[in-house]
């Protein structure tokens, strides 16, 4: 596990920096809070260790820094503090820190301290997948896609580029379930995303949106992108019949796209509707083909 810590006392940095690797935890330390912030905001690092007396930037300055980011992963903060009243542990606390290391520390306390934490990244980890991906087909659950999409609009609205939207719904899925059974069912449906997947762009992110039906978002995409992906997601959706239990299934998806994003105020809910609409025609022009949205301009 990957510890940042940030103290500019040198001597205290290089004592515990090397306690934290005899412990065989990879440590990055830097002497002040903003190399810490700078550090931390690549990402890497769901374990701070910061003191809390610092120049400019403090201990409990950076904990508040974090805390107002929103970040996918859970950063657990430990304050090395050689402060003792239990008025300062409480500022620690509101600040955002989940626990405190007094100064000169005891070693085996903190690799204690540090089981702690580990168990705690542990659990936030494994709620957070829970809470985020779909259980059947391992894509995005609803309002992960939805929250993903949120974050794609501003983004693209910042920087004036486009997002496309696809909403993809499998044909005919309640006879699958009816002629097959459910078991066939649900090996469709992971088969169908399996497959979605495969045809996305890295950077492209797919999630059960409903039942059998699925969103895409597209970032930076022209028009001409999206029903290209589109295209491709329906090809290979159809391009050979599911396996399921000897039994050879044969699969179509309709999609609807739009794009939209480089206006600002653009919301999720206004594009999948857009998107939806597209899907509607497509269902009604046949199945397993590919409409688009007339919000095209
Ligand atoms: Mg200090």
Not at 99 to 118: G, H, M, N, S
Not at 193 to 218: K, N, S, V
Not at 228 to 234: D, F, Q, S, V
Not at 243 to 262: C, H, W
Request: hydrophobic share 40%; aromatic share 6%; glycine share 6%.
């Amino acid at each position: 596990m990957k510890i940042l810590m940030a103290e500019d006392d040198t001597t205290s940095r290089l004592v515990f920096g090397a306690t934290l690797r005899k412990l065989g935890y990879e440590v990055t330390a830097v002497e002040n809070g903003q190399k810490a912030w700078e550090a931390w905001k690549q990402g890497e690092y769901a374990l701070l260790i910061s003191d809390w007396m610092m120049p400019d930037i403090d201990g409990l300055q950076l904990c508040k820094m974090i805390r107002a980011e929103s970040s996918l992963q859970y950063t657990y903060i430990m304050l090395l503090t050689a402060l003792d009243s239990k008025g300062s542990y409480l500022e620690g606390m509101d600040a955002g820190a989940d626990d405190f290391i007094t100064k000169p520390f005891d070693e085996e306390q903190l690799a204690a301290r540090l089981r702690v934490a580990e168990r705690i990244l542990a659990l936030h980890k494994k709620l957070h997948t829970q809470a985020t991906y779909d259980r059947l087909t391992g894509v995005w659950n609803r309002a992960a896609i939805m929250d993903s999409l949120a974050v794609e609009l501003e983004r693209a609205a910042r920087q004036s580029i486009c997002t496309g939207v696809i909403v993809a719904d499998l044909d005919h899925f309640k006879q699958v379930n009816d002629t097959y059974g459910h078991h066939a069912g649900d090996t469709v449906l992971q088969e169908a995303a399996r497959r979605m997947r495969l045809a996305l762009r890295p950077y492209d992110q797919l999630g059960r949106y409903g039942g059998e039906e699925f969103l895409i978002t597209a970032p930076d995409c022209t028009w001409q992108d999206a029903i290209t992906l589109a295209e491709r997601i329906r090809s290979a959706i159809n391009a050979e019949p599911v396996d399921s239990q000897s039994e050879k299934i044969p699969i179509t998806v309709s999609l609807g796209v739009t794009i939209g994003g480089d206006r600002i105020g653009e919301d999720a809910a206004m594009l999948i509707a857009a998107a939806d609409e597209a899907l509607y025609r497509a269902k009604k022009a046949g199945r397993n083909r590919v409409e688009l949205s007339d919000r095209r301009t």
